[in-house]
């Protein structure tokens, strides 16, 4: 998008909206744009929220955004689906069932194809199956109850699963839980999904794992441990998971008294690099991978404001991160100099406990 600024200057732009918990009056969600040029962040509009919403992604021309029941009613909580375009998000259906809180979720097609959507409740141990028809999120069509626990008495006394998608051949739909230290296929048998206890596999005790995410070739998975901060590289093929490496989210030497989380990761636009969000040692952190082994290499990091809890690479160049506890949209500079260097920018918006960022698609 080509915008027009004080004295007829042109700027080139990408849109993108945060999530914000916040408060009564700053909850909701807010679009901006990011100067591709220069990397500054443009705030434009604000929709206010009932709930805090958790995690949003794009399907098609639709947004879907997941609420965190704030009020213990009924109502409450849910996932909403929008009609989106540059800047705008209009509400097209809500399911609520019954107050449930999802914190990740994805559908099994576009606007035009999908027919389900499924998501993941942290707090009950659940994966939700509902209906999607005529464009419109419907209501439940099943649920799957997860029992179990590792290791850590706080964070892994029962199933936190945190993470669903597809495989990339979609032959399974993919669950990563936290609390069980398993990454979970499962078979989608119409409106329901059955464990394949066959493929699913363990990963260290204490890991936390948080997300997974496959290359663009479909060969090689990278698993993120929130707990341990740590990336498990796995060659994938036909269901079958082989780890190759694992390696730190950032240089753990003379910070072992500072607890940290891993919260984030995404490749760089050609998959040359991988980006981690570090939470208590407050890092954008940056990796090369392998052309060949799709093995990862650390870098470099920079430092963040506190709690970095979400990233988004615009133009293969700029970072945005969004920092919960600083209260803070801000952007990065990736250059290749020295290998590849990250840089701080002079830019940045405040908003109130930003947790997530998505970007606006462009559906010709």
């Not at 097609?109 to 998501?119: I, M, N, Q, V």
């Not at 970072?319 to 830019?347: H, N």
């Amino acid at each position: 998008m080509a915008l027009f600024g004080l004295f007829g200057k042109k700027r080139i732009t990408e849109s993108f909206f945060v999530n914000s918990y916040g408060n009564d009056q700053t909850r909701g969600l807010y679009t901006f744009q990011v100067d591709v040029e220069n990397g500054e962040i443009l705030y434009k509009k604000f929709f206010k929220t009932p709930s805090d919403p958790i995690y949003s992604f794009n399907y098609g021309r639709f947004v879907c955004v997941t609420y965190k029941n704030r009020s213990g009613t009924q109502g409450d909580g849910g996932i909403c689906s929008y009609a989106a375009t540059s800047d705008i998000l209009a509400l097209v259906s809500h399911i609520s069932d019954n107050g449930k809180t999802y914190v990740h979720a994805c559908t099994n097609g576009d606007h035009e194809t999908a027919d389900r959507l499924y998501a993941v409740d942290y707090y009950n141990s659940e994966i939700l199956v509902a209906r999607i028809e005529k464009k419109k999120l419907i209501a439940p069509c099943s649920r799957y109850q997860l029992e179990g626990h590792s290791i850590d008495p706080k964070r892994q006394n029962q199933p936190h699963p945190c993470y669903v998608d597809f495989t990339p051949d979609k032959q399974r739909l993919i669950v990563v839980d936290l609390g069980l230290d398993k990454v979970l296929l499962f078979k989608m048998i119409d409106r329901e999904i059955a464990l394949d206890e066959e493929h699913s596999f363990d990963l260290q005790p204490g890991s936390g794992p948080n997300k997974i995410l496959f290359n663009k070739a479909g060969t090689i998975a990278y698993v993120l441990n929130e707990l341990s901060c740590t990336i498990n590289v796995y060659k994938y093929n036909d269901l079958n998971f082989e780890l190759i490496q694992t390696i730190d989210t950032y240089p753990k030497e003379g910070y072992e008294d500072i607890p940290s989380t891993a919260s984030q990761m995404i490749f760089s636009e050609k998959e040359e690099r991988l980006y981690v969000t570090n939470c208590g040692h407050d890092s954008l952190s940056l990796f090369i991978v392998d052309k060949e082994t799709g093995m990862l290499t650390y870098k470099d990091f920079v430092d963040t404001s506190p709690n970095p809890r979400d990233l988004k690479i615009f133009k293969d160049r700029w970072i945005v991160v969004v920092c919960q506890k600083g209260g803070v949209v801000e952007s990065y500079e990736y250059r290749k100099e020295r290998g590849g260097m990250l840089f701080e920018t002079k830019y940045s918006y405040m908003v109130n406990e930003p947790v997530c960022i998505t970007k606006f698609e462009t559906i010709y």
